[in-house]
């Protein structure tokens, strides 16, 4: 095996798994704690609004980059299921874990949005084949918006 592939294999597959499966599994430990029997501790404050975006945003960037789509939508599918659970016995998210809920549910839109507007980019599509296309952000960023710096630069 030549050294450069062992080296990426360990960055790209066995170091993301070494350091998202982990930091998810944190996540969902937490939300776990984020449960109330009062309905009115539900409600988030307007700055923790304002921040759901920047979260989904930054959560989106790690599910795109580091392409691990299917850790997060286990996790996403364990934290719906915990809410149906939990609602079951009388039990409610408080804001903190409505803004972690919240935050995960944006980030599927974005994620939806993302491979929906690159669907049919032929280059990507064959850069990153198979059933769950997802397209890395840097991917994108190289091919596409790297080539409009260097027009620019031309003229």
Known sequence: ??????LYYYDEYLGHSMWYIPFFLILFIY??????????QGRMP???LLLVGPSSLYYWYLVTEGQIFILYIFTFFAMMALV???????????SNGLFLFLSFLITLLLIAAWVGWLWNDK???????????IPEPWA????????LHAAKGAF
């Open 1 to 6: 095996i030549d050294s450069f592939e062992l």
């Open 123 to 133: 280059i990507l599509r064959k850069k990153y084949p198979g059933v769950i296309y």
């Open 140 to 147: 994108f960023y190289t091919l596409h918006m790297n080539n």
């Open 31 to 40: 939300f776990t704690g984020c449960f109330t029997p009062a309905a009115g």
């Open 84 to 94: 149906m659970h939990q609602r079951r016995k009388g039990l409610v998210l408080d």
């Open 46 to 48: 307007l700055a923790a």
